[in-house]
């Protein structure tokens, strides 16, 4: 398989002991949880289709692992240090000259049960919403405070740029607040979207035992989908 599978259970351990050095709530749960990422080759998967079917299968195929409690996608992990800062605004909203960016990220509809992300309000993505990567959005609490301060988020759209033309996305969920920078300082506004469709993403395989023990099973179902 020309698949690239990196372990990066190291990196969770480490943040366990900074977690505790710290004494910082991460707003998610690094216990029990095993991260993998998975590099598709984009030779091989050259379309969002195809990397997303890919994706979907593997995900059905580890959740039937014995010991696997829930399998979450992402296409970035917290306190990775990685921001990926998306323009937006707000429909209804006269237009301003300064462009607002938020730290922007792509999940399945399992990624807060894995990493035990609380969700505050409204409801979370449904399996058909990831699979149709719908225009659906969940947010997180310092973007609604941010953003909202004195309105209801719920329901009100955003507009994104989609890579081919600017779409309206419906706030369906608000969610905790999640590192995604550093322990250091507030976390940053974060917003969610539905969608498999990435040659590179993050399993967050959640675990009832040691989570090593699953490496091995992990990789077996990858090279099973592409020998």
């Not at 372990?7 to 993998?36: C, E, H, K, M, Y």
């Not at 010991?67 to 240090?81: F, I, K, Q, R």
């Not at 959005?137 to 081919?164: C, H, M, T, Y």
């Not at 706030?171 to 506004?189: C, H, K, M, N, W």
């Amino acid at each position: 398989s020309a698949i690239a599978v990196m372990l990066l259970i190291g990196a969770g351990l480490l943040i366990r002991s900074l977690v505790a050095l710290q004494n910082v709530d991460p707003g998610f749960d690094p216990s029990n949880v095993l991260t993998l990422r998975v590099d598709l080759p984009r030779q091989k998967y050259s379309t969002p289709e195809k990397a997303s079917n890919f994706f979907e299968q593997l995900e059905t195929r580890v959740a039937g692992l014995p010991g696997v409690e829930a399998v979450g996608l992402t296409t970035d992990l917290p306190l990775s240090g990685e921001s990926r800062d998306m323009p937006y605004g707000v429909e209804g909203r006269p237009a301003t000259s300064d462009t607002a960016f938020v730290d922007f990220r792509r999940v399945n509809e399992n990624y807060f049960s894995a990493m035990r992300i609380p969700l505050r309000r409204g409801r979370n993505f449904t399996e058909q919403q990831v699979r149709q990567s719908d225009k659906a959005i969940i947010v997180s609490q310092a973007f609604v405070d941010s953003v909202f301060p004195n309105e209801d988020a719920l329901g009100k759209r955003l507009i994104i740029w989609s890579g081919i033309r600017n779409e309206a996305y419906e706030i369906i969920g608000i969610v905790g607040d999640t590192r995604y920078q550093s322990l250091q300082g507030e976390p940053s506004a974060t917003m969610y979207v539905p969608t498999r469709e990435s040659n590179s993403i993050n399993l967050v395989i959640r675990t009832e035992g040691n989570p090593l023990s699953l490496v091995g099973g992990v990789r077996k179902e990858v090279n099973a989908l592409d020998p």
